[in-house]
């Protein structure tokens, strides 16, 4: 199926290559695109759709639901992921003698390779329709090594303290020094609480502030399973 799927995308400079071969389309071409298709305002919607600052791509990013800003905010945050573009390009193959086409929800470009994602929320799943469609895009997708996710939920505690943290993912906003500061403190296998009283010549709340960016950045680690606290314990990523 692969083998005969053509992609289509939008340029920056407002172009659109059409009718491209799946099997041979420059990663670089599909991590330049534009979305394909940008979200619709309308009074009684009863989708949520926006643009979020993205620090991994240094740029804005739409989505069209709180379950896709859900998926962008921990993209955002994969230290892994080193671009992110949303509504990458329209994806069309001949699917039991009909031609099907689809539209993923983000093309992640990360360390161990392109990643596919579709965002469904999970009682929609077993609509025929959605995994008719789900799994002809899987086979398209990982026909030429890349992966596919289809993404439907995260835990709540997590979200809550990515959400948290991504209000510290504008490095412009601390001090170069401090930040030096803390990388060189010993902080590996303190407390939050014993973290912030490291750098006693500053402020408190300017150094806590600088360091939940460093755990934004994934220079520091601690367990976000549970909401953050004083007590929880901080590491340097390995």
Same mark, same amino acid.
């Given at each position: 199926?692969?083998?005969?799927?053509?992609?289509?995308?939008?340029?920056?400079?407002?172009?659109?290559?059409?009718?491209?071969?799946?099997?041979?389309?420059?990663?670089?071409?599909?991590?330049?695109?534009?979305?394909?298709?940008?979200?619709?305002?309308?009074?009684?919607?009863?989708?949520?759709?926006?643009?979020?600052?993205?620090?991994? @791509?240094?740029?804005? +990013?739409?989505? #069209?639901?709180? %379950?896709?800003?859900?998926?962008?905010?921990?993209?955002?945050?994969?230290?892994?992921?080193?671009?992110?573009?949303?509504?990458?390009? %329209?994806?069309?193959? #001949?699917?039991?003698?009909?031609?099907?086409?689809?539209?993923?929800?983000? %093309?992640?470009?990360?360390?161990?390779?392109?990643? +596919? @994602?579709? +965002?469904?929320?999970?009682?929609?799943?077993?609509?025929?329709?959605?995994?008719?469609?789900?799994?002809?895009?899987? /086979? @398209?997708?990982?026909?030429? =090594?890349?992966?596919? /996710?289809?993404?439907?939920?995260?835990?709540?505690?997590?979200?809550?303290?990515?959400?948290?943290?991504?209000?510290?993912?504008?490095?412009?906003?601390?001090?170069?020094?401090?930040?030096?500061?803390?990388?060189?403190?010993?902080?590996?296998?303190?407390?939050? =609480?014993?973290?912030?009283?490291?750098?006693?010549?500053?402020?408190?709340?300017?150094? /806590?502030?600088?360091?939940?960016?460093?755990?934004?950045?994934?220079?520091?680690?601690?367990?976000?399973? /549970?909401?953050?606290?004083?007590?929880?314990? +901080?590491?340097?990523?390995?």
């Amino acid at each position: 199926m692969g083998g005969l799927a053509v992609v289509s995308f939008r340029r920056r400079s407002g172009a659109v290559v059409e009718d491209h071969a799946w099997s041979t389309v420059a990663v670089e071409s599909l991590k330049s695109a534009v979305p394909w298709r940008t979200f619709r305002w309308y009074k009684g919607q009863k989708h949520y759709s926006g643009t979020y600052w993205s620090s991994t @791509v240094g740029d804005h +990013v739409i989505y #069209e639901s709180r %379950l896709e800003l859900a998926r962008l905010l921990f993209a955002d945050f994969d230290p892994l992921v080193q671009h992110i573009v949303a509504q990458p390009f %329209l994806l069309k193959a #001949e699917v039991d003698g009909k031609v099907r086409r689809h539209i993923p929800d983000f %093309l992640l470009i990360a360390r161990q390779g392109p990643l +596919v @994602v579709d +965002v469904k929320p999970p009682h929609r799943l077993s609509r025929p329709e959605v995994a008719s469609t789900f799994e002809w895009t899987r /086979q @398209v997708v990982e026909s030429r =090594g890349w992966q596919y /996710q289809v993404w439907s939920e995260a835990r709540e505690s997590e979200l809550d303290n990515v959400r948290f943290l991504s209000g510290y993912r504008r490095d412009w906003l601390f001090p170069r020094e401090l930040l030096d500061d803390l990388r060189e403190a010993e902080l590996d296998g303190v407390t939050l =609480g014993e973290a912030v009283g490291r750098i006693p010549r500053r402020s408190w709340p300017i150094v /806590q502030a600088a360091i939940y960016h460093l755990l934004w950045t994934g220079e520091l680690v601690t367990d976000l399973d /549970q909401p953050l606290s004083s007590l929880q314990v +901080v590491r340097r990523a390995a």
